[in-house]
Nanobody, 119 residues
Framework: VQIVVSGGDLVQPGGSLSLSCAAS????????ISWYRQAPEKQRELVGR???????NYEDIAKGRFTMSIDGDAGTSYLQLTGLRREDTASYTC??????????????WGPGTQVTVSS
């Protein structure tokens, strides 16, 4: 399985970025993709999770500012970040869940992409 996470960059406060998480190399269908972030010296925290059908749940840190989307056939999820704040500075990554058989899933982590919010 290959998971590529990209789109991180240096952005000014109030700016926007679009991150992507692309999975390949496995024949099973994507069940859901979760986005996480980890700031220096802090624990990793969940940003949100989106199902193959597009149903999404967001943590409070993301509500109203971040938007997830998914293309299950392409094995890709996008995380649109808007209204970025300095406290959003972190390494962002994704966790991809594949459905092996109904009720059995296998999950894989992608690498991080750095988002730095600074003027």
């Amino acid at each position: 399985v290959q998971i590529v996470v990209s789109g991180g960059d240096l952005v000014q406060p109030g700016g926007s970025l679009s991150l992507s998480c692309a999975a390949s190399g496995i024949s099973f269908s994507i069940y859901a993709i979760s986005w996480y972030r980890q700031a220096p010296e802090k624990q990793r925290e969940l940003v949100g999770r989106i199902g193959r059908d597009g149903s999404a749940n967001y943590e409070d840190i993301a509500k109203g500012r971040f938007t997830m989307s998914i293309d299950g056939d392409a094995g890709t999820s996008y995380l649109q970040l808007t209204g970025l704040r300095r406290e959003d500075t972190a390494s962002y990554t994704c966790n991809v869940e594949f459905e092996i058989v109904p009720g059995l899933r296998s999950a894989y982590w992608g690498p991080g992409t750095q988002v730095t919010v600074s003027s």
